[in-house]
Every structure is written in C-alpha cells, then in structure tokens.
C-alpha cells in the first residue's frame, strides 16, 4: 500500500484527495518505483481544474525521483536498485510509490541528488526541447521569456547564460526580476506594472526573433507584438487562461510570423529522444552550468497548498513535495 493523491471532481485546491492505494507487480515494460521527491507543475494545476481533462478518478503529479524496486518483462535499461527520475505519462507522480511505463523513466546519474532529479525533468526537459529543438538558438541569438522566475523560467535563464543566448525575461514583481537576472536573464521586465511590449522592443533594439511564452491569455497580444518579421511565437502554456483562438491572418499582419504550441509529451515519446534530451539536461546540470533551484517544499499530503501558491504566484523556482 502507499499514500497516492487523487481528484475525484475537477476543482479547487481542495480538490484533491490523500487515499491509501495498492501499488501492485509491474507488467511487460513497467517498473515499480519507490519515490524519494515528486516535482510540481503549472500541469498538475491543469489537471486538477480540468482544463486539461483526465478521466476521473484521476491520480496527480507528472514528475519523480526514487529507486527502482522492481522491473518487468523487457525493460532493460532500469533494473531494481537504480537510482531514477522521470517527467512521464500517465499522470500519477504524487504517491510514496507507483507501478508505471518505463519508457520515459532514465537512470539518475549518481552526482544528482533525488529531489534535483524531482524538480527538473519536466521543467527542464522543457528548457531542453524549447532551446534545442523548437526554436533551435544558438551564441547571439535574442528570446523574449514570459515567466522568468518560475520553475522552466529559472532554468532556462540559465540555459540561455551557458549558451551564449541573451534572454529577456518578464515576471511579475521586482523581486521575481533581480532573481531572473541573478539567474542569467540579461533584462528583465515587470509586466505587472510597465508596459512591457515597448519595453521590449526597447531593450532588443526594435523587437525580437523568438518568444516563449507559457503565461497565455494576458500575454498573448504583447508577445505578438514583441516580434520582428518572420518571428517564431512558442505559445507553450497557459498560466493566466488560453490564449485566444487565432484568427491566421493576424500572422500575416504583424509580419509573416510562425506559430507552434508544443508539448513535451510529444518530445519524450520515444526512450531513445528522452534518453538523448536527458543525457544533454544531466550535462548542463552535472557541469554546474544549470542550478535546479528547489526554493519551496511541501509534504506530499499538503499538496493543496503547494497548489494554492503556485497559482497564487507566490512561489519562484522549483517546488518539491516531500515523503
Ligand atoms: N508545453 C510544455 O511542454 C510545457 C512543459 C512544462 C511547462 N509548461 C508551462 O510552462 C509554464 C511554467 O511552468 P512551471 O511549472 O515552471 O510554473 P511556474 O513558472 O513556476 O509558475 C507559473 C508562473 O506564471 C506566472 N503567471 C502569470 N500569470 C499568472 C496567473 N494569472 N496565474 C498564475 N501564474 C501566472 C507567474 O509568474 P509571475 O508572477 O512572474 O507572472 C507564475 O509563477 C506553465 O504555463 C506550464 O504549463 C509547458
């Protein structure tokens, strides 16, 4: 048995559930992992509304760190005793333990502790994709990154420091800003109170080439303004809301833009592309040039209230629940 947490209706914080759950022998290509540190995510806040809908009742968390217990027919690359971490489908990281797919679980190199390895695979396999593959930056190189302060935000100020890339950062207070330059953003704005997309444009010199922007509806008209003719718009969340339905000629209008929403889950759906892209995460993170910030811990079972201030914006970094 194990401690597991579950929404039974889509809600609130208080929402979701603490239940004692059997955790079962793992099938052909599962594993059964005991956990050490489970990572929180703006997702999980998604899941639990039901703006992303689970069907229900629905187990929480996408994000772990543990030891293998166990490995089932045809997994090769795990065996019990090893140290692992994951971002995976599907949901279910909030538990003491779990029986799940193997596919996107990779062993924790030894000189990564359990709960970095908990706070960093979904958020930085995210910096890695939205870096390497979706906007492809390189030495130079210019991005506008909304929610810089956050748990992708401060790693990928980072990411954009070891790079070479300078990174514009927004966030919403002045101290949220100092800690994103402190990070590596080379400016970072205040959009709660400037107006940020002159701002911007201001910093970069008349626009710039990409943006990543996770925060949605309240971003969404600046962040298309912030760019420069043939622009890359990364809408890849939605912390404020969704952003609005695109009318495609408005790409046209503000310069012949291109516009991707990508997911991570379709960047780790093989265990070959999610070994690659953690092998490169555990570089950046192995080599000191990426600092996991884990600025906030909570007990598994007060994983209400980690929700209650990650919406709140009260958080900065990454965030833990302990076991
Ligand atoms: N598509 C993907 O593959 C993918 C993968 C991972 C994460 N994401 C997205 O990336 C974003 C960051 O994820 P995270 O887990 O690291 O979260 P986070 O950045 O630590 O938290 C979200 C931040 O968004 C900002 N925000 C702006 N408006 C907000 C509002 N109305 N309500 C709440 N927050 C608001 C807040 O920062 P300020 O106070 O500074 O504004 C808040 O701290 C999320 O939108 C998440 O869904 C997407």
Known sequence: MARRVVVE?????????LVEAEVGEPGPGEIRIRHEAVGLNFIDVYQRTGLYPLPLPAAMGMEAAGVVEAAGEGVTHLKPGDRAAYAANPP????????????QVVRLPDGIAMETGAAMMLKGLTAQYLFRSTAKLKAGDTVLFHAAAGGVGLIACQWARAMGVTLIGTAGSDEKCALAVEHGAAHCVNYAREDWPAEVRRLSGGGVPVVMDSVGRSTWEGSLDCLTPF????????ASGKAPPVEVGTLAAKGSLYLTRPTLFTHIATRERTQAMADDLFEMVGSGKVRIPVEQRFPLEQAADAHRALEARRTTGATVLTL
């Open 92 to 103: 279910g990281s909030y538990c003491d333990a779990r029986v799940m797919p193997a596919t």
């Open 231 to 238: 622009g890359l718009m990364i809408s890849f969340g939605n």
């Open 9 to 17: 209706a889509f809600g609130g914080p208080e929402a979701l559930r």
